[in-house]
């Protein structure tokens, strides 16, 4: 991933992140294919945008955030998912 695409994609989360009222984290690594795809089957029909998104990005979104996410971006461990709702 190059820079540009990088900075794209941090300021895509930020947008993100400052557009919705309502943001899940999950680690949902442990799932396997079945039910990975019901997962997001169950968001799609719910109107639930689910992205797994690299920590060290979603971190620096948050930092470039309005919204104040206190100590979160510094407990981000392994695999991360994340769900905006309205």
Do not use: H, W
């Amino acid at each position: 991933m190059t820079r540009e695409e990088k900075s794209r994609v941090i300021e895509d989360l930020t947008a993100q992140l400052a557009d919705n009222t309502t943001i899940y984290l999950a680690d949902i690594s442990g799932l396997n294919a079945l039910n990975t795809t019901n997962l997001r089957r169950a968001c799609f029909k719910a109107n639930v945008k689910l992205a797994v998104v690299k920590n060290t990005l979603l971190a620096k979104a948050m930092e470039s955030s309005d919204k104040d996410f206190g100590e979160l971006p510094s407990v981000l461990k392994g695999n991360t998912s994340i769900m905006f709702s309205e």
